[in-house]
């Protein structure tokens, strides 16, 4: 059923921002990189790039439910990085991820944002590649073999950046031994 009303906002109570944590605990850390798997990184709450003032992390809210997130991180040079993108199991395949995404670029143009950047999990790159998104590196992209980056142009051009890849503060990947 078509939902009558989708928003993508920012957090507004303790309890919001514990149902953001929690999705992106259950649906993205814990399923790629679960401890005792090739890429352990733990989900950390607090982490500084949550409060950074250029990153907006947001949940989208169907119907009034709080039924998933993703952060828009806006870049200096006109990039708009999209990071930690999941929905609740319960709202996935109807086109609400979809939806999601459509909202944060139009977020994210509307802060003069002229291409969106992702690591996309292997799993997922279909999903992205179907809202116009393309293989490329891009700079600050994923230090993580396992993530393939993708960049969708909004306006204008924007070269891929070749430049080494970095891990960003706190959210390195190890290989477990
Ligand atoms: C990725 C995710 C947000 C997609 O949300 P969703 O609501 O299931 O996706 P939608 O129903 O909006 O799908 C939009 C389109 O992408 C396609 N698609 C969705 N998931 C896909 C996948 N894993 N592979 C290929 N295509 C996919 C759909 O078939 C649909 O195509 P259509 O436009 O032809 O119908 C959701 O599956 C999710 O939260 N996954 C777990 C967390 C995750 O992997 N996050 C990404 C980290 S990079």
Known sequence: MRPRSLQLRAPRSEYEWDRLHAIR?????DVYHPPDGPWPCEYDPA????????????????????AGTLRVDLKPDGRAVVRLVALDPKFRSGGL??????????????????????NAQPEVVGFYARQGFAPG?????????RGIPMTKVLAGELSAVPGPRRVAPGLGFRKAA
């Open 97 to 118: 991820g979809a939806s999601m995404l459509e909202m944060a670029e139009a977020q994210a143009r509307a802060s003069g944002a002229r291409a969106l950047c992702v």
């Open 137 to 145: 590196r891009w700079e600050g992209c994923t230090a993580c073999p």
């Open 47 to 66: 982490h500084p790039d949550d409060r950074d003032p250029a990153n907006r992390p947001l949940l989208l809210v169907v119907d009034g439910e709080l």
């Open 25 to 29: 605990r259950t649906c993205i850390f």
